[in-house]
């Protein structure tokens, strides 16, 4: 499967998990595929 997130999934992923969490260990575990805009690559640059 193919999943494109938004940037409010991110955010609540990494702060308070639940489901946009199981999403992003989903993606880990190599069980769907994320894939992201130049934008959200850029926003992930800024916030790290």
Do not use: Y
């Not at 308070?16 to 894939?35: D, M």
């Amino acid at each position: 499967m193919r999943v494109i997130l938004d940037v409010n999934v991110w955010i609540s992923a990494l702060l308070w998990g639940g489901v946009p969490g199981k999403t992003l260990r989903l993606a880990r575990n190599k069980q769907i595929n994320i894939f992201a805009s130049e934008f959200l690559l850029e926003l992930e640059t800024t916030l790290i």
